[in-house]
Structures are given as structure tokens and as C-alpha cells.
């Protein structure tokens, strides 16, 4: 899945001249907590969150601090034709609430967490109603394949597989199935030999 089909598409911008409580009043009106900087051409020069204006806000009245000197100057961007995964992990490890996406040196975008969050629950289809089958499927040769006849075979129509990032030998497996009864599966499972440790209709 790329980027741009999860991006916000055209985001509230604002320049680096603005002040700190115009970027915070913009941002409680369109309940946003982050904000690209722009310059003419909707060049990105900076990004800053509701947070850093909040702190900066009180020392913006006492003295000389403006939203140039709160905003990131460099931050983390990400294309939009890039792997929605390269978007994921840099949230992560950089501990960020979301990011610019640009193209050609303009902003074209802005993708957050709650984005990557809602694609997640998409693609494991957590919203629709559905069973759940955890196990433990091990290291011999062509037992995931076999694991996916005995579920089809029994009944289980696959949504999506999660797993663990374990080796593996200790790998847990999680098959979310369209609503269905998951005691016979279960069973069946079992009688092939793989442990299954939950199973939910």
C-alpha cells in the first residue's frame, strides 16, 4: 500500500511568519495537532505540533520567540509513492505523531499515526465481524500450507494472517475468518498436531 492513498492530501499549511497563538488557534479550529510551514509554492520549510506551540506559547509573550524558532526546520518527510511500512517504521522509531509528505521539494501531504493505525485495521478486518484462530504452526516443512487447507477444508473463509516475529519454531500465527464456528477448525487443527492456544467465534 503507498502512501499517498493514505495521506491527507492538501493539508492546512501555514507560513513562518504567522504567530504562535494564530498556529494554535488554526489548529483547535480544524482539530489538527500538526501543522506543515510553507513558503510560497508550498515549499515545506517546517513542521510543528500543538504541543511545541503550547510550550513556546507563553514564553512567545514574555520575550522574542516566534514559530520559526519552535518549528522543526529538517523534519522527517516521506514521498508518496513510498511503502506505507517506511512510513510505520519511522513513527516508531522516531517516536512521531506523523510526518510531511513531499514531492519535488512541495508539500503534497501529511500522514499521522491515527492514518497508519486505521490502515492496519483495515487490512486485518478488526471493524467487520469475525472469528479468530491463534496457534502455533512450528518449523516443519509446508505446515503453514497445510494449516490453510485444514481451515478451508473446515469451513474457515481467511480475512487476513497476522504472526509474531519470532523464529519459527515459536511463531504464533493469528487467522482472522469471517464469522463462522471455530470449534470444528479447532479440532481439526488439533488432530494435525498444531497447538492452538485461542480460538474465538
Same mark, same amino acid.
Given at each position: 500500500?503507498?502512501?499517498?492513498?493514505?495521506?491527507?492530501?492538501?493539508?492546512?499549511?501555514?507560513?513562518?511568519?504567522?504567530?504562535?497563538?494564530?498556529?494554535?488557534?488554526?489548529?483547535?479550529?480544524?482539530?489538527?495537532?500538526?501543522?506543515?510551514?510553507?513558503?510560497?509554492?508550498?515549499?515545506?520549510?517546517?513542521?510543528?505540533?500543538?504541543?511545541?506551540?503550547?510550550?513556546?506559547?507563553?514564553?512567545?509573550?514574555? #520575550? $522574542?520567540?516566534?514559530? /520559526?524558532?519552535?518549528? @522543526?526546520?529538517?523534519? *522527517?518527510?516521506?514521498?508518496?509513492?513510498?511503502? &506505507?511500512? =517506511?512510513?510505520?517504521?519511522?513513527?516508531?522509531?522516531?517516536?512521531?505523531?506523523?510526518?510531511?509528505?513531499?514531492?519535488?521539494?512541495?508539500?503534497?501531504?501529511?500522514?499521522?499515526?491515527?492514518?497508519?493505525?486505521?490502515?492496519?485495521?483495515?487490512?486485518?478486518?478488526?471493524?467487520?465481524?469475525?472469528?479468530?484462530?491463534?496457534?502455533?504452526? #512450528? $518449523?516443519?516443512?509446508? /505446515?503453514?500450507?497445510? @494449516?490453510?487447507?485444514? *481451515?478451508?477444508?473446515?469451513?474457515?473463509?481467511? &480475512?487476513? =494472517?497476522?504472526?509474531?516475529?519470532?523464529?519459527?519454531?515459536?511463531?504464533?500465527?493469528?487467522?482472522?475468518?469471517?464469522?463462522?464456528?471455530?470449534?470444528?477448525?479447532?479440532?481439526?487443527?488439533?488432530?494435525?498436531?498444531?497447538?492452538?492456544?485461542?480460538?474465538?467465534?
Amino acid at each position: 500500500m503507498k502512501i499517498h492513498s493514505l495521506m491527507i492530501p492538501d493539508p492546512i499549511t501555514i507560513t513562518e511568519n504567522a504567530s504562535i497563538s494564530d498556529a494554535i488557534e488554526l489548529m483547535k479550529i480544524n482539530s489538527i495537532r500538526h501543522l506543515p510551514v510553507v513558503s510560497k509554492g508550498n515549499r515545506l520549510k517546517g513542521f510543528v505540533t500543538l504541543a511545541d506551540l503550547k510550550q513556546g506559547l507563553l514564553p512567545s509573550m514574555l #520575550g $522574542d520567540i516566534s514559530l /520559526s524558532d519552535l518549528m @522543526v526546520k529538517n523534519p *522527517i518527510v516521506v514521498d508518496p509513492d513510498g511503502d &506505507i511500512e =517506511v512510513a510505520a517504521r519511522l513513527i516508531y522509531k522516531h517516536k512521531i505523531g506523523g510526518m510531511p509528505v513531499v514531492k519535488n521539494k512541495k508539500l503534497v501531504g501529511i500522514i499521522t499515526e491515527t492514518d497508519i493505525l486505521r490502515a492496519f485495521i483495515d487490512m486485518m478486518g478488526l471493524l467487520t465481524a469475525s472469528s479468530r484462530i491463534d496457534l502455533v504452526i #512450528g $518449523d516443519r516443512p509446508g /505446515s503453514f500450507r497445510t @494449516v490453510l487447507q485444514v *481451515i478451508n477444508d473446515n469451513g474457515g473463509d481467511i &480475512i487476513s =494472517v497476522g504472526m509474531t516475529g519470532q523464529e519459527a519454531s515459536k511463531r504464533i500465527y493469528y487467522f482472522r475468518l469471517t464469522s463462522c464456528k471455530t470449534d470444528v477448525i479447532r479440532r481439526a487443527l488439533e488432530n494435525e498436531g498444531f497447538e492452538v492456544l485461542n480460538a474465538m467465534d
